[in-house]
């Protein structure tokens, strides 16, 4: 008998958006239990992971608009609680991780069966409910979309954030020379740690002038950017002779218009990522990559970095800190068990 069938109300804890507006207006309630429907399973969540994309999700400025009272939360880790009929491959009791639209910030999820990944025992719960979305992400711009080869020179703005340090790894394992780019000492020490090879501090540097010096003029490969604005701008221009771009996300706040004759001229691409596009399309590549992200953690090479640990009903103040850049990593709620 599962810890819910032992309840004598299906009822819950969640994090509750009620109507859209910043994280101080999130509640905590009691909802009713997710059920279990055919192709999916239920999971009891230990741990959930906090995204940038939950900080917009819950303003109503997201491509996903669930409508309110709605959980958001897109990355959770936890242990099967019931199997869905037509399901294969999965048992209750086996460790996961599962990627969600939203829904993530309760006790239990329900999740389709494709959307959820068995996790080693060398992974933790607060570590892998923080892994899924960064590593996948990362791993599918600088493979499949970016082509990022050994030897190449790969930019990284935003590389304190849990995509860029993300980026950064795999970078280093992919055997790429790396230059990041963030905001704070305390971000760039990170990168440091992280396996980057030079450092771009840009509250003190312009990012052009400083990609001139590091490459010799040459300009870089492959550059990897979740923030766009301006240094979308700057970055397109520093791009090596069939660079490529990879558009990861606006951070920022600002989506960039690109001057079409700056590509043509220097043979480049400007290359969209869309990691949840990817997965759905093509889930044997997703598949094998994170067995490689699997096997390149246990062995050291990864090391995903937590900024702090959360305990559930403060997903406000977690998704204030994300908004407001006060973040180096990831930040994880705790949620159970």
């Not at 994309?53 to 303003?59: A, G, K, R, Y």
């Not at 950064?168 to 790429?176: F, Q, Y």
């Not at 094998?288 to 559930?312: E, I, T, V, Y």
Request: glycine share 12%; net charge negative; hydrophobic share 45%.
């Amino acid at each position: 008998m599962t810890e819910w069938q032992e309840r004598e109300d299906p009822i819950m804890k969640a994090v509750m958006c009620e109507q859209f507006g910043p994280p101080e207006m999130l509640a905590m309630r009691e909802v009713p239990m997710p059920g279990c429907g055919p192709g999916n399973l239920r999971i009891r969540v230990h741990a959930a992971g906090v995204n940038f994309p939950d900080t917009l999700i819950v303003e109503g400025k997201y491509q996903l608009r669930p409508v309110p009272p709605f959980s958001p939360g897109s990355e959770v880790a936890g242990v099967i609680d019931a199997v869905g009929e037509g399901v294969s491959g999965f048992a209750v009791g086996d460790r996961v991780l599962a990627v969600l639209g939203y829904g993530g910030f309760a006790e239990w999820v329900e999740a389709e069966a494709a959307c959820v990944v068995a996790i080693p025992d060398s992974l933790d719960f607060a570590t892998a409910a923080g892994f899924a979305m960064a590593y996948g992400t990362s791993l599918h711009a600088l493979r499949q979309r970016g082509r990022l080869a050994a030897g190449e020179t790969l930019l990284v703005l935003g590389a304190g954030g849990g995509v860029g340090l993300a980026a950064v790894e795999l970078g280093r394992v992919m055997g790429a020379k790396v230059i990041a780019a963030a905001s704070s000492p305390e971000k760039l020490e990170a990168a440091r740690a992280a396996g980057a090879d030079s450092l771009i501090d840009l509250s003190k540097e312009k990012l052009r002038n400083r990609l001139k010096e590091l490459t010799e003029g040459r300009g870089v490969d492959v550059v990897y950017d979740p923030v766009g604005g301006d240094l979308f701008d700057e970055a397109l221009r520093s791009l090596a002779w069939k660079g490529r771009l990879l558009v990861i996300g606006f951070a920022s706040g600002r989506i960039p218009q690109a001057p079409a004759n700056l590509p043509l001229l220097k043979g480049a691409d400007i290359v969209g990522v869309f990691w949840g596009a990817f997965r759905r399309h093509e889930p044997e590549e997703e598949r094998r990559n994170f067995d490689d992200l699997f096997a390149w953690h246990a062995s050291g090479a990864l090391r995903p970095r937590l900024d702090r640990q959360l305990p559930l009903d403060q997903a406000a103040e977690a998704l204030t800190a994300l908004r407001d850049r006060q973040v180096t990593g990831k930040i994880v709620l705790t949620v159970g068990g």
